[in-house]
């Protein structure tokens, strides 16, 4: 078992940047893979991007790949979404989830993921 907390979102102009971090707590962290998904009003949840036990392979969405990177520091027990030069059209709610196991090509698949955080919002201005 384990338990996400989401934090880092935030208002800010296109163009900028922002951290989210994914904070796990009840087993080790080294054990899940990890995905971001995303939530606008009115639309799915929406697959973002992955990482692997260890870190050593990430994917992305092709709408933010160059512009987000997610990374993960094991000792820390904690999951980061670097996030540069946002565009309005990320404004969502982002949500970190957690799993054992996640087949090698249904990693963007929601039903995937057994634990999920609360989200945290992310809002882009023109």
């Known amino acids: 078992h384990v338990q996400l907390v989401e934090s880092g979102g935030g208002l800010v102009q296109a163009g900028g940047s922002l951290r989210l971090s994914c904070a796990a707590s009840g087993r080790a962290f080294s054990n899940y893979v990890v995905g971001w998904f995303r939530q606008a009003p009115g639309k799915e949840r929406d697959f973002v991007s992955y990482?692997?036990?260890?870190?050593?392979?990430?994917v992305y969405t092709d709408s933010v790949k160059g512009r987000f990177t997610i990374s993960r520091d094991n000792a820390k027990n904690t999951v980061y979404l670097q996030m540069n030069s946002l565009k309005p059209e990320d404004t969502a709610v982002y949500y970190c989830a957690a799993q054992e196991f996640v087949g090698r090509d249904n990693y963007h698949l929601r039903e995937q993921y057994n634990y999920w955080g609360q989200g945290t919002q992310v809002t882009v201005s023109s």
């Open positions: 990482i692997s036990w260890s870190g050593a392979s990430t």
